[in-house]
């Protein structure tokens, strides 16, 4: 069974950057596109970017200005780091596994909160 | 990109139906077969209950369907049961290369 794990800092200084990992195990990051998907406390679900095995990437429009999505296939691991962050920047942050030409993601992480706050 | 409109919630007593709409455009849902819907418990990993509009993935219950027409997707929750009480989301694929998620739904179940 593949399971996904968020790790990083749960707290960001504003202006600073919000960095995360995302470990794959059961299966192998390559072959899939994964998902960046954030939801701030009390609202709904806002898609963030995606990476394919082989680094290439889409991001959110309103984001793109401030992220990066990076994948490391040797550590089954891919990474979001987001610029200059803001009180609006604070979240659960999840990764997820996109299922193949579904348009759904079908394993997702349990999450984590990042706080942006001095 | 704008999210898709979903109503903000929706409510039913057990054993009956309900649907859950998903408005977007010709740019997101209704130029592309790749919607899918999301149910999140309370304080939990959103589950994909379906994708391409209307599949199911495996261990799903078949009281779970999905449609679509024009601009707009579906969600039917027939049967309704108490753990079926929870947010719903819906999402799209859009002709920017990139995913947008709906509003959410509540539905309660009464």
């Known amino acids: 069974q593949v399971q996904l794990r968020e790790s990083g800092p749960g707290l960001v200084k504003p202006s600073e950057t919000l960095s995360l990992t995302c470990t794959v195990s059961?299966?192998?990051?390559?072959?899939?596109?994964w998902m960046w998907i954030r939801q701030p406390p009390g609202q709904g679900l806002q898609w963030i970017g995606f990476i394919y095995y082989t680094g290439s990437t889409s991001y959110n429009p309103s984001l793109k200005s401030r992220l990066t999505i990076s994948v490391d296939t040797s550590k089954n691991q891919f990474s979001l780091e987001l610029t200059s962050v803001t009180a609006a920047d604070t979240a659960v942050y999840y990764c997820a596994r996109h299922k193949p030409n579904s348009g759904g993601n079908d394993f997702w992480g349990q999450g984590t909160l990042v706080t942006v706050s001095s | 990109q704008s999210a898709l409109t979903q109503p903000a919630s929706v409510s039913g007593s057990p054993g009956q139906s309900i649907t859950i709409s998903c408005s977007g455009t010709?740019?997101?849902?209704?130029?592309?077969?790749?919607v899918s819907w999301y149910q999140q418990h309370p304080g939990k990993a959103p589950k994909l209950m379906i994708y391409e509009v209307s599949n199911r993935p495996s261990g799903v219950s078949n009281r779970f369907s999905g449609s679509k027409s024009g601009n707009t997707a579906s969600l039917a929750i027939s049967g309704l049961q108490p753990e079926d009480e929870a947010d719903y989301y819906c999402?799209?694929?859009?002709?920017?290369?990139?995913?947008?998620f709906g509003t959410g739904t509540k539905v309660t179940v009464l």
């Open positions: 999402s799209s694929y859009t002709s920017i290369r990139s995913y947008v």
């Open positions: 010709s740019s997101d849902v209704g130029g592309y077969n790749f």
């Open positions: 059961g299966g192998s990051i390559t072959n899939y596109h």
